[in-house]
């Protein structure tokens, strides 16, 4: 069974770092590229970045290009969501989904989200 | 970057009703591109019909996605409770552009 798994809430202080964490399981984690998404409170869906676990060439949305890096542990089938200064307008959920490529592209996997809160 | 405009933004029916959710795009999307997800509270999104028309895995019949270039359609015929959720539609439209619309609330009346 397909399986992301993201790691737990998140309760930080502006200015603070942040790496949240994606677990494939289920299927060859390096053949798939893995993407982010923002959903800020009460808000729609927003594309982050993306990132190939086989080379690691990652894509970031220009919304979020220097805000955020994205990176992988492909040994151990782990993507990975950073920041080096929150701020309290990163207070979000996040998730983590698998892009599939075929004649079709879309994300046919999602993790359950991991909830960051950023308040002083 | 293409931009996804989905209508109406809210939709209050009834279940048994038919729920028609519209997604026009700011320039010609090519249809194997252009996806659908539903969210119910407190949930991830959940992958509902990719390429326009083709519904995911354990995906009722009672819905169809139809279209192409600029206009698309997620179609519900007779809806169930369960059904009542946000519809988003998205695409793919190069390496740095994975466009979500922003969604549409189907409600129940």
């Known amino acids: 069974e397909v399986q992301l798994v993201q790691s737990g809430v998140e309760v930080k202080k502006p200015g603070e770092s942040l790496k949240i964490s994606c677990k494939g399981s289920?299927?060859?984690?390096?053949?798939?590229?893995i993407v982010w998404v923002r959903q800020m409170p009460g808000k729609g869906l927003e594309w982050m970045g993306i990132?190939?676990?086989?080379?690691?060439?990652?894509r970031y949305s220009p919304s979020f290009q220097g805000q955020v890096t994205i990176s992988v542990d492909k040994s151990i089938s782990t993507a990975y969501l950073q920041w080096n200064s929150l701020k309290a307008s990163d207070s979000a959920m996040y998730y983590c989904?698998?892009?599939?490529?075929?004649?079709?592209?879309?994300?046919?996997?999602w993790g359950q989200g991991t909830l960051v809160t950023v308040s002083s | 970057e293409i931009v996804l405009t989905q209508s109406p933004g809210t939709l209050s029916l009834s279940p048994g009703e038919r729920a028609t959710l519209s997604c026009r795009a700011s320039?010609?999307?090519?249809?194997?591109?252009l996806a659908w997800y539903q969210q119910k509270p407190g949930q991830a999104p959940r992958l509902l019909m990719s390429?326009?028309?083709t519904r995911a895995t354990g995906i009722p019949d009672r819905f169809s996605g139809s279209g192409s270039g600029t206009d698309f359609t997620l179609t519900i015929t007779r809806l169930e409770p369960e059904d009542f959720a946000v519809y988003y539609c998205?695409?793919?439209?190069?390496?740095?552009?994975?466009?979500f619309g922003q969604g549409t609330q189907l409600e129940i009346k």
């Open positions: 998205q695409q793919y439209g190069g390496s740095v552009e994975y466009t």
């Open positions: 320039e010609s999307v090519f249809s194997g591109y």
């Open positions: 289920g299927y060859i984690f390096s053949n798939y590229w």
């Open positions: 990132i190939s676990p086989d080379d690691s060439e990652t």
């Open positions: 390429g326009t028309s």
């Open positions: 989904a698998r892009r599939m490529v075929g004649s079709t592209i879309h994300f046919d996997y």
